[in-house]
């Protein structure tokens, strides 16, 4: 893939596509798709999942990128090869840094279904071979305020205890009238949907919608009611994104 297929634009929302992993678990992935077969430099791929109390992940590999893990609802418990054992509810964040190689597995808690967003960043090349690591926080250590016609959580970025080689900024964000996003000079970025309905830019934006962004410019959403997106954006490494598997070299 060229760079300038992998920073391909659109500046219509497009929807997600259903995928379904080796184990039974469903997603919803916002990208790479074949409605946008592209990655989003530094993001290798986003997506939605889904987890049945008798599905989940076992034991697997993963080296070269780090992985963001934020819940919706429910619980997921996750182990790794690093001997760290943590169960994940409602708001409560993972970040997993890959790097040499590590091995996790990731199951819903307490007999119930559960749902959250899974976000895999690229680490650059000179850092392919960084030390594993983990790290989790609970819904209350990440900030959170008002801002004008939304309320903002902070997953990644300014005063959470979360962050990446890659520099980068995750909202969670709940818009219940007008809210305005930057997407900060040379960074790329995504809106994804995930529950009510609004619009982006006078277009239709509803749960599974994906809106990428590679150009800084600032976008606005507006909901009648209430909508909640995340806002994701991080700075470019200008690297071919080699994914292979499980794997991003």
């Not at 959250?116 to 959170?144: F, H, I, M, R, S």
């Not at 997407?183 to 599974?208: I, M």
Request: with cysteine; glycine share 10%.
């Amino acid at each position: 893939m060229t760079e300038s297929e992998s920073q391909a634009s659109t500046d219509r929302p497009i929807s997600g596509e259903s995928v379904r992993h080796g184990t039974g678990v469903n997603s919803n992935r916002a990208f790479p798709t074949d409605g946008y077969p592209h990655n989003l430099d530094p993001f290798v791929l986003f997506e939605q999942f889904y987890i049945d109390p008798d599905k989940g992940f076992p034991m697997h590999p993963h080296r070269g990128f780090e992985i963001v893990s934020y819940m919706i609802e429910g619980g997921m418990e996750h182990e790794d090869s690093l001997g760290v054992a943590n169960t994940a509810y409602e708001s409560d964040a993972m970040r997993i840094t890959t790097g040499s190689g590590i091995r996790h597995s990731e199951f819903p808690a307490d007999g119930q279904a559960c749902t959250g967003l899974q976000l895999w960043v690229n680490l650059p090349q000179a850092e392919k071979d960084a030390e594993p690591d983990y790290v989790d926080a609970t819904a209350d250590a990440l900030p959170t305020e008002k801002r004008d016609g939304a309320t903002v959580t902070t997953v990644v970025g300014e005063g959470s205890p979360i962050s990446l080689y890659t520099p980068m900024e995750y909202l969670d964000v709940l818009v219940t009238d007008a809210w305005t996003w930057s997407v900060p000079e040379e960074w790329s970025g995504f809106l994804y949907g995930v529950a009510g309905r609004g619009t982006v830019e006078g277009h239709s934006f509803t749960d599974g919608d994906v809106l990428p962004v590679t150009d800084a410019r600032s976008v606005t959403l507006r909901s009648n009611e209430s909508l909640r997106v995340v806002a994701v954006s991080g700075r470019p490494h200008g690297e071919p994104i080699r994914q292979r598997g499980p794997y991003v070299l």
